[in-house]
Structure formats: C-alpha cells, structure tokens
C-alpha cells in the first residue's frame, strides 16, 4: 500500500512540474530581446575570446582543449 502511494506522490511531483501552457503571443517580444539571448552581446563575446586567444595563448573557452604548450 505505501508502495503505491509513493509512486503517486512521485508521479504527482514530477507532473506539478510540466508547464502545459505555450507562450502567449504578447509574452514573446518579452523573449526575444537581446538580453534574453545565449550571448546577449556578441562584439563583446568575439573581443574577450580574441582576448584569450592573443593573450592566454588559447582558443575558445568553450568545451575542451589543450593549453598553449601544444600537448593536448
């Protein structure tokens, strides 16, 4: 008995999370403004990774790689 009330308790949980309604159309400018994006600033982005480049004898930043020595 307590089994099955565990798993609703579970079920009830993990469902109270799902947003079931869509985005209104009003809400939408609100979503897609700059601010709102990945990189709200890309120039900014593209100078901090030429930063790092240049500086910090690496690219990207972003995922893996090696470090400036060559041994990756």
């Not at 565990?6 to 403004?33: H, N």
């Not at 790092?52 to 972003?62: D, I, L, R």
Request: aromatic residues 10%.
């Amino acid at each position: 008995m307590w089994k099955v009330l565990v798993l609703m308790g579970a079920a009830l949980t993990a469902l109270s999370g799902c947003a079931f309604e869509k985005v209104q159309p009003w809400d939408r400018d609100l979503l897609a403004q700059d601010k709102m994006q990945l990189v709200p600033f890309p120039l900014d982005n593209f100078y901090d990774e030429h930063i790092n480049f240049s500086k910090e004898a690496a690219s990207g930043g972003q995922g893996v790689g090696g470090g400036g020595c060559g041994c990756n």
